[in-house]
């Protein structure tokens, strides 16, 4: 079987990196047409939903059995503040400096986001990773 050669790390923190730099940094804001704003719109809501799944199963397999209920919570917690604040600043950014700021504002944030979880959680491995890589380091040494 050939596994993936990413990390769960880096995974995270590469899948969701086209669609940040489609949605904001780059492209959405500086389409010439609306249709290809929309076609890029489309592809970045692709990538964006991504991360979810894989990051909600890393946390929870880093995390304690007795402490996973209430690390979904806070979690959902989280996303539900971020989830509400972002219109309001969004229209705080559209009225006070441009038609683009939201859009860059946004992939600049994300962008920060990921880079944050992934030098956070480098070296944070969950224990089905760990357990597997001691059986190959032990497989290795016993054919050397």
């Not at 890393?58 to 917690?77: D, G, L």
């Not at 559209?94 to 986001?113: D, E, H, N, R, T």
């Amino acid at each position: 079987v050939t596994r993936w050669p990413l990390s769960c790390q880096a995974l995270l923190s590469l899948t969701p990196r086209p669609g940040t730099l489609l949605y904001a940094t780059i492209a959405v804001p500086f389409a010439p047409w609306a249709w290809l704003a929309i076609l890029l719109w489309l592809v970045r809501g692709f990538f964006s939903q991504m991360d979810g799944p894989p990051k909600n199963s890393y946390t929870m397999a880093i995390v304690n059995r007795e402490e996973r209920t209430a690390m979904a919570s806070i979690n959902n917690m989280a996303q539900a503040t971020v989830g509400t604040a972002t219109p309001w600043l969004t229209t705080v950014l559209f009225q006070s400096v441009s038609m683009m700021a939201p859009f860059i504002a946004a992939g600049l944030l994300k962008s920060i986001y990921l880079a944050g979880m992934y030098f956070t959680f480098r070296n944070v491995h969950p224990p089905e990773e760990v357990e597997r890589r001691a059986r190959k380091a032990q497989a290795q040494a016993k054919a050397d």
